[in-house]
């Protein structure tokens, strides 16, 4: 399927490993020039150079804390300077989930709760507002903020908190921008087979006795699929929703989570 993105231009945040890499590789395999973001400047310019050897597209690499508003502003007046414009914004840069520390009330982590209104919840958020002017210019553009399961299931404080902020907030925008040509999706992704995940389980493992595949189903074994998701699974959905077909879906939720919730919405 062509999925009419080819030469478009995009920023993906926290795309240097995990979800946030495969889903700039594959929008650069779709043709799309892409600017991705990391704290590490050496990693972000590597990734880059490597995507733009693999795809021969355009693939630019900054470095910017998006839980800074002045490293915002920077990156993306920078990263349209580079690519003559904006047309899709993935904001992906956050902690990984449940790698904090204690998320409860009893053992509140105010630390983790202020790093995660700063990078989640702001940084998301000052992201759209800087990109969107370019998109409007446009007349079209997509945004898809990267979510967690935990807006839909109890999964601790400021997991649930930051989580269910942006669900909300991609509802709101969706409204505001529907009008411009502009769609706002949220995707929730739950556990997925990244670098860090395989770091921790690699850790069980070791300490249980067990091998990283035992580690890995135990992990799994509530997924519907019995298995765990991979990122190119995911990144294909976050593409999907920034192509021409995609046009008629806004303000929406999509888990690409195998089946890891049994509720129904």
Known sequence: MDLGITGKRALVTGGTRGIGYA???????EGVDVALCARDESA????????????????????????????????VADAADALGGLDILVNNAARVGFAGGPDTLSQLNEEMLRDDFDVKIM?????????????????WGRIV???????????GISGGLRNAAVMNFTKVMSEELGPRGITVNAVH???????????????????????????EQRVARNNAI???????????????????????????????AGGNSRAVF
Do not use: K
Not at 23 to 29: G, Q, S, T, V
Not at 124 to 130: G, N, P
Not at 145 to 155: H, K, L, P
């Open 145 to 155: 903020n990267m979510d967690g399961m935990a807006a839909r299931n109890a999964a």
């Open 189 to 215: 992704p739950a556990l997925s087979r990244t670098e860090a995940l395989v770091e921790r389980l690699e850790g069980t493992a070791e300490r249980e006795g067990i091998t990283l595949a035992e580690a």
């Open 44 to 75: 972000a310019r590597d990734v880059a150079a490597e995507i733009a050897a693999r795809t021969g597209v355009r693939v630019v690499g900054f470095r910017a804390d998006t839980g800074i508003a002045e490293d915002v502003m920077r990156l």
């Open 226 to 256: 019995r298995r765990l998701v991979t990122v190119e699974e995911i990144a294909a959905i976050v593409v999907f929703l920034c192509s021409q077909q995609a046009g008629c879906i806004t303000g929406e939720a999509v888990a690409p």
């Open 23 to 29: 889903i700039a590789w594959e929008l650069a395999r």
């Open 123 to 139: 940084g998301y958020l000052r992201c759209a507002q800087h990109a969107a002017p370019y998109m409007e210019s446009e007349g």
